[in-house]
């Protein structure tokens, strides 16, 4: 027991000066967590801008569109609609109040709601005071889903498994064909096992260490509240520690390749899981969902992020059992496969 | 030609980044365009999936769901709030809707009568309240002697304005295939900036190794044919891994290619490319560090692609970013990518920039190397 404790506070420090895990766990994180505020802020603060109608200067409801505030009336000459439409206009409503589009998006749609909302009431034939447009008729919208949330879901889980790194460095400094050290400590009476086992608990904790960093900066500086549910969200996100250290061992286990090469391994697939879980743009997560559902069910990374979403947005706690199941899975077959590669080896020369 | 021959050699070594990049680039454009690309022929209006569940049945609730129905697709639903969420969450409905059951008092009291759950993940998904709101004011205004009249309100709602899609001589920027391309396109430049930065910035620290460089120093090769050789290797690496992109979107989606303004993507990438070669050259004078080499790597690339439009349209980001984001070329690569070009003056601006900062960048590697050699 004196043992581990020992080798824990070694290779904590020795983890805490490398340069690659303080800016791959520690800063790396939080710069993410800008790039991701400062652009989907952007988006969430979206103001719609006024949409530009082209009319004749004959058209007959000219001063009903003229009232609506969110568009803005152009005179366009019959002619010259075909070109206007390019640039200058979204739409062109003609004096039969039919309207000619090059395109259908958010903007065609709406002038279009307008022009029919226009002819309806016409047809409708009851005085204009009888309508009422200032009512809400809508109770209790689902307000509490975000786009910029979700995003934020996933860089958690994607930095949860950072531990990844500490767990490469781990195995490179035990494997005597790895490094200098690794071949020093195995002629040494140190036992290998508990070496590996302080290594496991130190990237563990540095890692817990750097996603509290990265959720108070969330939390305090961003000013974004993510979590209504603790218990299981702490669960969730140390699965994924664990998870991310067990993969670190089996990248740093299983193949002679330099550090650096071993870095950019984890690093790829950790931010291919995360893009595929919707990291960067969601609407790869839905495409997954639709063209190959079984990947986003046994995407570590989704799991976390789907999970973390239902519990804390959603209060459902139906499938953080089976995620928790999964991501022990993979726990368990990464030790097991990394085992096998540690054990006790003979070396001629090296 | 043997520092040219290494060079090539030690990158070729290296082609774990390219290959990973490169793969999962591919898994995902191959993903992303399997669907049937279609032209656009018709004006489309946005049809949600939405769910309703009517605790009323009246004659009043029913006309609505009768309405809705005809501008939504209905998916079935139950009265659970779980399983409602769940079904937005995992995108299977866009909105539900509960009816109360004292529904027709509070029309006509013109109370908060309807539940909604939408996608707030999706501007579309507010449609469905607009629908609402209407057809409700609609059933209001014809409320007269304590009943509503619903066959009027039905006949007027099905007063339709007839809209023309007008063939355009500009492939219109909604069409599936011109998004294809420049999703394409646009990603290509996040891709390529970080192969550049860490494939050729890792080979770069190997040949300014402190060892390798003093026998270099020694040797007989003028430091002009040197370099000539080393700066000949990193554009053929370049220009191969472009190349890739290029023939990867000819691959994916050739037969389209007559369809879209392939020239414009295939001048700008090639731009923007020369752009990503310059920047690499000024980090590479910057640090001869492998690790912050690979972070830079990560950073620039992620970064500006997040403030440039590559990972979300510009048009949704906000000011201040973009007006940062005016500081990387990607800005002006996804700029041209965005817009409808007839000649080449409608992208002679985004170019120039582009060449701009490739001067810029070259012009500071260039300095840092000065400052680095006197040192």
Redesign the interface.
Same mark, same amino acid.
């Given at each position: 027991m004196k043992n581990i404790f020992r080798n824990c506070i070694y290779q904590g420090k020795n983890l805490f000066r490398d340069?690659?895990f303080s800016?791959?766990s520690l800063i790396?994180p939080l710069?993410?967590a800008v790039? #991701?505020y400062?652009?989907?802020?952007?988006?969430m603060?979206?103001e719609l801008e006024n949409i530009n109608v082209g009319i004749d200067s004959e058209n007959p409801i000219s001063y009903i569109l003229e009232e609506i505030e969110f568009l803005n009336v152009h005179k366009v000459h019959e002619d010259e609609?075909?070109k206007k439409?390019?640039d200058e206009i979204d739409a062109f409503i003609d004096d039969d109040?039919?309207?000619?589009?090059?395109?259908?998006?958010?903007n065609?749609?709406i002038i279009?709601?307008v022009?029919?909302?226009i002819?309806?009431?016409?047809?409708?034939n009851?005085p204009f005071d009888?309508?009422?447009?200032s009512?809400?008729?809508?109770?209790?919208?689902?307000?509490k889903?975000?786009?910029l949330v979700?995003v934020f879901y996933s860089l958690i889980a994607m930095v949860s498994t950072y531990g990844v790194f500490a767990g490469i460095e781990v195995v490179n400094l035990i494997q005597a064909n790895l490094s200098n050290i690794g071949a020093r400590i195995n002629i040494t009476p140190l036992k290998k096992s508990k070496f590996l086992l302080s290594g496991v608990i130190v990237a563990l904790l540095l890692n817990l260490f750097a996603n509290s960093i990265l959720l108070i900066f969330i939390k305090y500086v961003l000013k974004l509240n993510l979590f209504s549910e603790i218990k299981y969200s702490a669960i969730l996100i140390i699965m994924g520690n664990l998870f991310g250290v067990a993969l670190g061992v089996f990248i740093g286990s299983s193949n002679k390749?330099s550090d650096?090469?071993k870095?950019?391994?984890a690093?790829?697939i950790t931010? #291919?899981l995360s893009?595929a879980s919707g990291m960067?743009?969601?609407q790869?997560k839905?495409?997954?969902?639709e063209?190959?559902p079984i990947l986003g069910k046994i995407n570590p990374i989704s799991i976390i992020t789907?999970n973390l979403?239902?519990i804390n947005?959603?209060?459902?706690t139906?499938s953080v059992g089976e995620g928790i199941l999964i991501l022990s899975l993979y726990c368990v077959a990464l030790i097991f496969t990394s085992y096998i590669f540690l054990r006790g080896k003979n070396y001629d020369s090296i | 030609m043997t520092v040219f021959k290494y060079f090539i050699r030690i990158a070729l070594r290296n082609k774990?980044?390219i290959l990973?990049?490169t793969i999962?680039f591919f898994i995902?454009a191959i993903?992303?365009g399997?669907g049937t690309i279609q032209r656009?022929t018709n004006?489309?209006?946005?049809r949600l999936d939405i769910g309703i569940i009517d605790n009323c049945n009246s004659e009043l609730s029913n006309s609505l769901k009768d309405y809705l129905g005809k501008k939504n697709n209905i998916v079935d639903t139950m009265l659970d709030e779980?399983y409602i969420?769940?079904q937005?969450?995992?995108?299977v409905a866009d909105a539900v809707i509960i009816i109360p059951e004292d529904f027709g008092e509070?029309?006509i009291n013109?109370?908060?009568?309807?539940?909604?759950?939408?996608?707030?993940?999706k501007?579309?998904s507010l449609?469905i309240?607009?629908q609402?709101?209407?057809f409700?004011?609609?059933v209001?205004?014809?409320y007269e002697n304590g009943e509503f009249n619903l066959v009027?309100?039905e006949?007027?709602?099905d007063?339709?304005?007839?809209?023309?899609?007008?063939e355009?001589n500009?492939v219109?920027?909604?069409?599936g295939i011109t998004m294809w391309f420049k999703y394409y396109f646009n990603f290509t430049s996040y891709v390529i900036m970080a192969i550049y930065i860490?494939a050729i910035g890792?080979v770069m620290t190997d040949f300014k190794d402190e060892y390798i460089q003093s026998r270099t120093k020694i040797s007989s090769k003028k430091f002009l044919q040197f370099n000539k050789e080393m700066y000949l290797g990193q554009l053929v690496i370049a220009s191969m891994i472009t190349t890739i992109f290029i023939l990867g979107s000819i691959a994916l989606k050739g037969k389209y290619i007559g369809e879209v303004n392939f020239g414009k993507y295939v001048l700008n990438i090639v731009v923007f490319s020369f752009s990503a070669l310059c920047l690499t050259f000024l980090i590479n004078n910057v640090t001869r560090n492998?690790?912050v080499i690979?972070?830079l790597s990560?950073?620039l690339s992620?970064?500006t692609s997040?403030?440039s439009g590559v990972?979300?349209p510009q048009q949704?980001?906000?000011e201040?970013?973009l007006t940062i984001a005016k500081f990387f070329p990607t800005y002006y690569f996804v700029r041209i990518n965005e817009m409808?070009v007839n000649s080449f003056s409608d992208m002679r601006f985004g170019i120039s920039m582009q060449l701009l900062f490739a001067v810029v960048f070259l012009l500071m590697g260039l300095y840092f190397s000065k400052t680095a050699q006197k040192a």
């Open positions: 340069a690659g800016f791959w790396y710069i993410m790039f #991701f400062i652009t989907i802020s952007g988006v603060n979206l609609v075909f439409l390019d109040l039919n309207i000619k589009v090059k395109e259908s998006g958010i065609q749609t279009k709601e022009v029919e909302q002819r309806q009431m016409k047809k409708l009851r009888k309508y009422d447009f009512v809400d008729y809508i109770l209790g919208r689902n307000q889903a975000n786009s979700i390749k650096s090469v870095i950019i391994m690093i790829t931010l #291919f893009f960067m743009n969601p790869i839905v495409m997954i969902d063209k190959a789907n979403y239902r947005l959603l209060n459902s139906k | 774990g980044v990973s990049y999962i995902f993903m992303n399997s656009q004006f489309m209006e946005t779980e969420k769940e937005i969450f995992l995108e509070k029309v013109k109370e908060n009568s309807i539940k909604l759950y939408n996608d707030d993940r501007v579309e449609q309240q607009n609402i709101n209407k409700l004011t609609f209001n205004a014809t009027d309100v006949s007027a709602l007063e339709k304005a007839k809209v023309e899609l007008v355009s500009n219109s920027s909604n069409d860490s890792l492998k690790f690979n972070a990560t950073v992620l970064g997040f403030i990972m979300v949704y980001l906000s201040k970013v409808t």
